[in-house]
């Protein structure tokens, strides 16, 4: 009976607000939780601020008295403390104006610092000009800020970027790759060799020939129609990237050199050096040659051309903006009705709107 001496008193306290079966309740409720905390041991019971808040609503009304009695999760103070903190934030309002300069917006930021990093000669007054022209007026200082902030530094200091670098090349570079394919023939499967180039700024792609037997006189032979000065594919160009294979041999690299374009090899086992045309192999397997079987070399050199013609002027390509490489019309699209375009049999489809 003495442990529930501070209860009974609570009941003398109140008088006829609170009867026997409410103390009852709440001397339940008390032992209930006093195991919950026994169950936890020196566990850190960690509340919500909806939980906080609940406890506060609840508490404050009981006093600090009736609280020593009652609570058992958290001190009286703590939930007199949270009380407090509800009442404070509720009276805090937030300032509807705001004092002082504004900050710059973050999408004039962003363009600030994709000006610079985009041209490494650009000063902060061209920087200046060119957001003036897209209609922010910005000061100097606020550009120096910003690209102090992001790391940047004053246009003698900024490098050229390995993207600005290549993009500006791209147009006189190309690369070619050797893949094979598997054709049925009257011998049985027979492995084809397929050389191609493929030109960096266009995305666009040149057979450049097939053969099961890729020896020296095929290879110069390829070397030869690639430079020839009338339709050439390498004829504007200076740099063809390639890899190691034994197919570039020296008597093919001696050819292209004689006409002014630089063979540049890539590292040992190291593909994304000519990842443009390693993603063109992969591109052409996995959307063509992978779903049929091929009989015969006129079969596999028609499935080639479909598909090269199908990549130029009916594919689309992130690398170049979603555009085609060579549309076969210039005028855009004003038809109704969404047509389908179809080759190999159904294989390789586009859709247009019809004239």
């Known amino acids: 009976m003495a442990d529930n001496f501070p209860l009974r008193l609570l009941l003398a306290t109140f008088g006829g607000w609170i009867n026997r079966h409410q103390a009852r309740a709440i001397e339940y409720l008390v ?13 850190r019971l960690r509340l919500t601020d909806d939980q906080r808040r609940r406890l ?13 009695i009652i609570a058992t999760i958290v001190t009286p103070d703590t939930i ?54 897209v209609g922010h007026c910005v000061a100097r200082t606020t550009i120096a800020t910003t690209l102090k902030n992001n790391g940047i530094a004053p246009s003698p200091d900024r490098p050229t970027s ?13 690369a070619a790759d050797c893949f094979t394919v598997d054709v049925w023939t009257k011998r049985g499967l027979v492995t084809h060799y397929v050389l191609f180039v493929i030109h ?17 006189s095929f290879m110069a032979q390829v070397a030869r129609n690639l430079t020839d000065s009338v339709d050439g594919f390498l004829r504007d160009m200076q740099f063809l990237v390639v890899d190691n294979d ?19 090899r890539t590292a040992i086992q190291a593909p994304d050096m000519n990842a443009f045309a390693e993603r063109w192999v992969q591109t052409v397997k ?29 594919l689309p390509h992130q690398g170049i903006g979603n555009d085609l490489i060579a549309p076969t019309s210039d005028e ?7 047509v389908v375009d179809e080759r190999l049999g159904g294989l390789l489809r586009s859709y247009r709107r019809s004239a």
């Open 80 to 133: 007199l403390r949270w009380h407090r903190k509800l009442i404070a934030a509720h009276h805090t309002y937030p300032y509807k104006t705001r004092v002082g300069r504004p900050g710059l917006m973050k999408s004039i930021r962003e363009l600030i610092v994709r000006m610079a990093t985009d041209n490494s000669s650009w000063g902060y007054l061209r920087i200046q000009g060119e957001m003036k022209k």
């Open 246 to 264: 034994t197919l570039f041999t020296k008597h093919f690299c001696a050819i292209l050199g004689d006409t002014g374009v630089q063979v540049v």
């Open 162 to 174: 390995w993207r600005t670098f290549l993009k500006s090349h791209a147009y006189v570079i190309a």
């Open 56 to 68: 506060a609503a609840k508490g404050k009304p009981l006093g600090r008295r009736v609280l020593d």
């Open 200 to 216: 960096h700024a266009t995305r666009a792609v040149h057979i450049a020939g097939i053969t099961p037997h890729p020896n020296s």
């Open 286 to 314: 996995r959307e063509c040659l992978s779903k049929l079987i091929l009989f015969g070399e006129g079969h596999l050199r028609r499935a080639l051309n479909e598909f090269t013609a199908h990549y130029h002027e009916q």
């Open 31 to 43: 032992e209930e939780n006093r195991v919950l905390n026994e169950q936890l041991g020196n566990k």
């Open 332 to 338: 855009p699209p004003n038809g109704e009705r969404v």
